[in-house]
């Protein structure tokens, strides 16, 4: 038995072998049909290189501010003992830089994009992208578009035109209502999108920088885009800082207040002691005085300091110090990002070698089995 075991594993290489020369043999008889279909994919991909058009990309790399250290750092303390927590108050605070990416996929953020006008070459004068994209007077023949639109896009062509053309308004209806809830018709989803695809922010969160990019097939258009995603995301961001100091602002006003309040109670019953005590005789009422200006001290401490932060606070508000620091600022690329033709080419005659090699290889047991 184990004989018999050992010639089976000693002939299982030699068929192995055959198996992989049947193979090669088979590939070149086959020959012929491997270089026509080849030179078929080959052309196919010259024709697709040469169709395609350029695209550019455009960039800008900017540095967010970190967060400072709260103003308050040194009151705090001492509020503690007045009884006044001040461990909330952060001036200072603004979004993490990996929030950012989430910024651009807000609604509001896009649909500013998306309304925001644009150089397009095309365009007598500068329009909206939504304007552009669904405006039908900009739109020119493509042979390589046709193509992707009736091959690879044929489910989504079919799918479109089974929708309700009213769908548009009836989102738009729905959400002017209350002036709330904000959405994204279906044809600005559609262009926002094609937008976001080409559209890109990337965090080095190693060197502590971010980059916006944008890919377009017109130079210009691309950099102005940027421009305008860097400006919206500095103006979204600012808001948010902008909210969180108003906020501190408000609280330092109420505790300031608070204060204010406490320090005048706190005087008033030092002044009316003191009245009634103008000649102090005992050790009782001379311990109670040294307790009450010990308590006075303190909350005109808290009192005097919380002035201080109420005006800083104030112009907390009104300062505009720049959330993004712009260290390559954004230009209209002139070298071009792509197509690369040769490896497009490449791509296409090594797929015509893998599929014709295929059908060589297995056409034989498909007509075995069709004519069963």
Same mark, same amino acid.
């Given at each position: ?10 002939? /299982? ?26 030179? @078929? ?26 967060? @400072? ?45 998306? %309304?925001?006008?644009?150089?397009? !070459? ?27 639109? %009736? ?37 600005? /989803? ?11 922010? /990337? ?7 971010? =980059? ?10 691309? !950099?102005?885009?940027?421009?305008? @995603? ?25 505790? %300031? ?23 102090? =005789? ?24 919380? !002035? ?11 300062? =505009? ?52």
């Amino acid at each position: 038995m184990e004989d018999r075991d050992k010639d089976i594993i000693k002939q /299982n290489p030699e068929e192995d072998e055959i198996d992989l020369m049947e193979i090669v043999r088979k590939l070149w008889i086959g020959r012929k049909l491997i270089i026509r279909v080849t030179l @078929a994919y080959a052309l196919l991909g010259l024709v697709i290189a040469i169709l395609t058009p350029n695209y550019y990309t455009a960039s800008c790399t900017m540095v967010p501010q970190t967060g @400072a250290k709260s103003a308050t750092g040194n009151l705090s303390g001492l509020a503690a003992i007045a009884g006044i927590n001040l461990g909330s108050m952060s001036s200072g605070e603004v979004l993490s830089p990996t929030v950012y990416p989430k910024i651009l996929k807000n609604v509001n953020f896009q649909k500013e994009l998306l %309304y925001s006008e644009y150089s397009f !070459a095309k365009a007598e004068k500068p329009v909206s992208y939504y304007e552009y994209a669904t405006n039908k007077q900009y739109r020119t023949f493509s042979l390589l578009g046709t193509f992707k639109r %009736y091959t690879i896009g044929l489910p989504s062509v079919i799918i479109g035109a089974f929708r309700n053309n009213n769908v548009d308004q009836t989102i738009l209806d729905s959400t002017n209502v209350n002036g709330h809830i904000y959405s994204l018709t279906s044809k600005e /989803n559609k262009v926002i999108n094609g937008i976001n695809s080409n559209l890109s922010l /990337n965090l080095n969160s190693k060197d502590g920088y971010i =980059t916006i990019s944008y890919t377009s097939a017109e130079p210009k258009v691309a !950099a102005e885009v940027v421009l305008k @995603a860097q400006q919206l995301l500095q103006k979204y961001i600012t808001e948010f800082k902008l909210e969180k100091v108003r906020s501190n602002l408000e609280f330092v006003e109420r505790s %300031y207040d608070e204060a204010k309040q406490n320090f005048e109670v706190k005087q008033a019953e030092l002044a009316r002691f003191r009245d009634a005590n103008k000649s102090l =005789t005992s050790a009782m009422a001379r311990t109670q005085e040294e307790k009450l200006i010990s308590e006075y001290n303190l909350l005109l401490s808290v009192y005097t300091e919380l !002035a201080k932060q109420k005006e800083q606070a104030k112009i907390a508000v009104t300062e =505009t110090t720049p959330i993004l620091t712009v260290i390559q600022p954004v230009i209209v690329p002139t070298d071009k990002a792509g197509p690369k033709r040769s490896t497009l080419i490449i791509g296409f005659v090594f797929f015509g070698i893998l599929m014709s090699s295929m059908w060589i290889i297995i056409s034989p047991s498909l007509k075995k089995y069709t004519n069963r």
